[in-house]
């Protein structure tokens, strides 16, 4: 056991003191002649409570000047260290927002991400024994600020470090990847290159990722088989000449993989199971919210018994809770990385909402995750909503739920995505009918109702699609009480099914994709409080309830 793990495990038992020696040790102490600490009076910080009383709560508005001056080059401003690199992630409402990346930041995240590895490795020991993706697609160039300080989204740049660190344990798609346009030939062109694998890990944030890509593998499966067998690449796909060269460097010939996957397909769906690609494919890590859930059943008839682990609990700002026992049972906080605080949910929206410590947060209660870090962001509210599932030790084991604001109420009913989720899932399961992707919107005229935008697998009669509606909506009343009230009194009128025609969320996808958004990191739009989001898709039949 590494000395990272023993020291992780040790804060178990004690983060009440492991966050004060964070936050002042490596926090405050060493940022005290920076701007910021000057104006807070780092210097005369002695506790956690002087913290808390002398920095304001703070969102990214708050801090965009800052980081924009440091964009420019200004030193000293939010850290006394210079600042190396900086992350770059779209805000939810706003524009791009930069994390400044500091050498001690970037060594906290590799401590914790060291961490997670090797529980990983401990859960899974043959994961050497063959190669792992942790990155479906490079994500985007690197640029930098007007001051001449790098910039990337961290997908890049952790692919870029894998690239030139494990290329041997790593599958690293080629850069070329991300200029392909078209979402279909990009899928091609990584299922192509991921067939040449000896895979014992699938890694990706969104499962819906893992989910496109398999369906791409089972929809292409002969012309992918055929130049899998030939160490070709089809010649009907339209990509660029420095992207084909790019990927059939990488092509070999492997007639008898081709050969023994073929044996494998069946005619029904699915027409294989990952381990039919992959034999020694030992983990699959996603994201294991709740709020997955349709997402994760679809996926399961292809993963079969293949342990499906959960993903560190992560954002560009900072990791906050890192999987170390069974799916399900929620991730450990960092207790050691960075300085977390919390406001219960249900102040969220407060002007000035009260803020628990780790140790203070109780079991299934929800908040909104505040954290403090060594690259400047201090009391930052990164706007993410967790569950606490139980303990490790005294340190909270937590889910990652929804972002704050991930709502809608049409009339006091406040609906969530993973009751959206939660509720699709039940009845997908009775109805018993396959769903690509899914939306909830409220209706743009008329009484206050919802409207679902479903994608199905396959046409569907009429009387089908009303049960799918009609268990939608009861399994709904079983989530949330007040959505159940507010139809009882009608003060919500009955929702209505939209079939989108299909391919359509794959079209949305691409598009969003060629505006420059990170295809792995795209999220399934599950709750929506856009009357008009149903314009980015096309609708086919409209269907009301009895």
């Not at 023994?260 to 069946?266: H, P």
Request: glycine share 6%; with cysteine; net charge neutral.
């Amino acid at each position: 056991m590494s000395c990272e793990l023993q020291g992780f495990l040790a804060t178990l038992h004690r983060p009440e003191a492991a966050q004060a020696e964070c936050l002042l040790e490596r926090i405050v102490h060493p940022n005290r002649d920076c701007e910021f600490g000057r104006r807070h009076r780092f210097e005369a910080i002695r506790t956690v409570r002087d913290f808390r009383q002398a920095v304001p709560l703070a969102t990214y508005e708050d801090l965009r000047e800052s980081i924009d001056r440091m964009a420019a080059g200004q030193s000293g401003v939010l850290v006394s260290e210079p600042v190396r690199h900086f992350f770059i992630t779209s805000g939810t409402t706003s524009a791009s927002k930069l994390v400044p990346v500091t050498r001690a930041f970037m060594r906290d995240k590799i401590r914790a991400l060291a961490v997670y590895w090797e529980a990983v490795d401990q859960r899974h020991p043959g994961l050497g024994q063959g190669r792992v993706t942790t990155n479906f697609a490079d994500s985007g160039s690197f640029t930098r600020t007007s001051g001449g300080i790098p910039c990337s989204s961290e997908s890049a740049f952790w692919a870029r470090m894998t690239a030139a660190t494990r290329q041997r344990s790593h599958f690293v798609p080629p850069a070329a990847l991300s200029a392909v346009a078209d979402g279909d030939a990009r899928y091609y062109l990584l299922a192509r290159l991921l067939l040449e694998e000896d895979l014992t890990m699938l890694m990706s944030l969104n499962p819906s990722t893992i989910l496109v890509l398999l369906r791409k593998i089972e929809e292409l499966a002969d012309p992918l088989l055929d130049d899998l067998e030939r160490g070709e690449l089809s010649p009907e796909l339209a990509i660029a000449p420095e992207v084909r060269r790019a990927v059939t460097d990488r092509c070999r010939a492997h007639p008898e993989r081709a050969r023994r996957i073929r044996r494998a397909l069946r005619p029904a769906t699915p027409r294989f199971h990952a381990a039919d690609l992959w034999p020694r494919l030992a983990v699959i890590v996603s994201w294991q919210s709740s709020m997955q859930r349709t997402y994760l059943e679809m996926l399961a008839p292809y993963v079969a018994s293949i342990p499906h682990d959960d993903y560190p609990t992560m954002a560009s700002e900072g990791v906050i809770a890192i999987p170390l026992a069974d799916p399900g049972a929620g991730a450990v906080l960092t207790a050691d990385v960075h300085f977390f605080e919390f406001i219960p949910e249900e102040q969220a929206e407060d002007a000035n909402p009260e803020t628990l410590l780790a140790h203070q947060l109780e079991l299934d209660r929800r908040y909104v995750v505040v954290l403090s870090t060594t690259g400047g962001l201090y009391r930052y509210n990164i706007g993410d909503v967790v569950r606490v599932r139980g303990f490790a030790g005294a340190a909270p084991r937590l889910e990652f739920l929804y972002r704050t604001g991930a709502t809608c109420s049409l009339t006091g009913e406040k609906l969530t995505e993973e009751q959206v989720s939660s509720a699709m899932a039940a009845a997908v399961r009775r109805s018993r009918l396959g769903v690509v992707a899914f939306t909830a919107q409220p209706a743009a005229e008329g009484f206050p109702r919802y409207l679902f935008l479903v994608e199905l697998e396959r046409p569907q009669d009429r009387g089908r699609a009303k049960a799918l509606l009609a268990a939608i909506d009861r399994e709904l009343g079983r989530c949330n009480v007040e959505y159940r009230a507010k139809r009882s009194a009608q003060r919500l009128a009955p929702p209505e099914l939209w079939i989108v025609r299909p391919h359509g969320y794959a079209a949305l996808r691409r598009r969003r994709v060629a505006a420059g958004a990170n295809d792995e990191q795209i999220k399934p739009a599950v709750l929506s409080r856009d009357p008009a989001f149903h314009r980015d898709l096309e609708i086919g039949e409209r269907i009301r309830a009895d």
